[in-house]
């Protein structure tokens, strides 16, 4: 079988040419990073949990007509993305302050915001992912005012439809990271989310408990990072009850 063509490998994810023009595969590693990749491991099966989940949500954004970059998922790891150039923003939605937000503002975490608050932080790992204001946006040219206009008002349109979605299964949606992707259709461009959504981008707490059921499980050494995923998975009907993620043999009588 010819090998095929590696564009890119990131820290979770490889990208590969896809079978037509304009088209990626999106493989799923097993590798976890966190804290600018300081901190790394390989969780077996996280890599399946996190294709299964991003292709759920992106299918229920296009539902709701939110466009993104999904076209089909191929296999247990892998998908087709629609290839697109990458806003270079991590465009962040918080309803809940946690992480870094909590820690710059003294606020403790899992504290209602008085509404949904969107930032940006400049894609840069050896700059750590600054955040930036928004004159910096338009004024490094990394995306126009009329950009930047439908950025803010698809991340909000993810955030209800998140937010519905895991209060339907009992999780509380308090923060979660996109990245949004142009797509050149003739002389057109139109914005669609790119990248993934899943527990690596959230994060994901039980309306009861208060139980992190997102990567805060492994940059705080908080248990199993598959059993939150699975846990996740299950709640929504992602996978089908019962089954592991990672497939083990099974005796033949
Ligand atoms: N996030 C992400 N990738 C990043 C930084 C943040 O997916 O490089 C997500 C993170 O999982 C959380 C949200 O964005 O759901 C807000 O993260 P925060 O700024 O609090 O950063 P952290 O606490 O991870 O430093």
Redesign the pocket.
């Known amino acids: 079988m010819a090998r095929r063509k590696k564009i890119y490998e990131g820290k979770a994810k490889t990208l590969y040419e896809g079978p037509e023009p304009g088209t990626i595969v999106q493989y799923f590693k097993d590798d976890a990073t966190?804290?600018n990749a300081e901190k790394k491991d390989v969780i077996e099966g996280k890599g399946v949990l996190n294709n299964m989940l991003s292709e759920y949500f992106m299918l229920g954004l296009a539902n709701v007509g939110v466009p993104t970059h999904f076209l089909k998922r191929l296999n247990m790891r892998e998908q087709l993305v629609r290839s697109c150039e990458i806003i270079p923003l991590?465009v962040?939605v918080?309803n809940y302050a946690?992480?870094?937000?909590?820690k710059r503002m003294g606020i403790e975490e899992g504290t209602q915001l008085p509404r949904p608050i969107v930032e940006y932080?400049y894609k840069d790992d050896a700059l750590g992912?600054p955040l930036v204001p928004e004159e910096y946006i338009a004024a490094f040219g990394w995306a126009s005012q009329q950009d930047m206009d439908d950025i803010l008002s698809i991340a909000l349109r993810v955030n209800d439809f998140l937010s519905g979605v895991m209060y339907g299964v009992g999780i509380k949606l308090?923060?979660?990271?996109i990245e949004i992707g142009r797509v050149f259709e003739g002389d057109f461009q139109r914005l669609v989310v790119a990248d993934e959504i899943s527990p690596?981008?959230?994060?994901l707490w039980d309306i009861e408990t208060c139980e992190k059921l997102?990567?805060d499980v492994f940059?705080r050494d908080l248990g199993s990072l598959t059993d939150a995923y699975t846990e996740v998975a299950n709640r929504l009907g992602v996978m089908p009850k019962g089954q592991p993620p990672v497939s083990k043999p099974t005796l033949i009588n």
């Open positions: 966190a804290f991590e962040i918080r946690a992480g870094s937000m909590a932080s992912d308090i923060d979660f990271k690596d981008s959230c994060r997102d990567k940059r």
